[in-house]
């Protein structure tokens, strides 16, 4: 009885001011963050700032023993592909294709070839792993 008794009596109480500092608002779609001074944004500053936001990254996966080689992952639409940066500031091979992301690889034979694959033997190969 006394929780129904409390429950009317808060629903009954004024609103209190979102703050006692002089000239703070809710800000525009958030009101929990309260805000003074902040001018409003231009329309077009959204999809200007989109163009660095959206940015694609690369992760190391491996350096070839001998350090004149790269191996990166780099998302491409919703999957993370495997390629080769054979030089400083080289281009990137791509060298795998499939619906499904690369998780890891490894150069377990010293030197990585223009497709990404280590260069000794097939078993080495299998060092792609999926």
Sequence with gaps: MSILILAFLLAAAPESPPS????????????????SGVP????????????????????????????????????????????VVEMPLGMRTQVTFGDEPVNSSTSSSGSIDARGVPSCSPTARAGINR
């Design 40 to 83: 409003a944004l231009p329309p077009d500053l959204r999809s200007r700032t989109g163009q660095y936001l959206n940015a694609r990254a690369a992760s190391l996966a491996d350096v070839s023993d001998d350090g004149g080689a790269l191996l990166i992952t780099t998302r491409f639409a919703s999957t993370a592909q495997l390629h």
């Design 20 to 35: 006692s500092a002089e000239g703070m608002e809710p800000a525009p779609g958030v009101p929990s963050l309260l805000q």
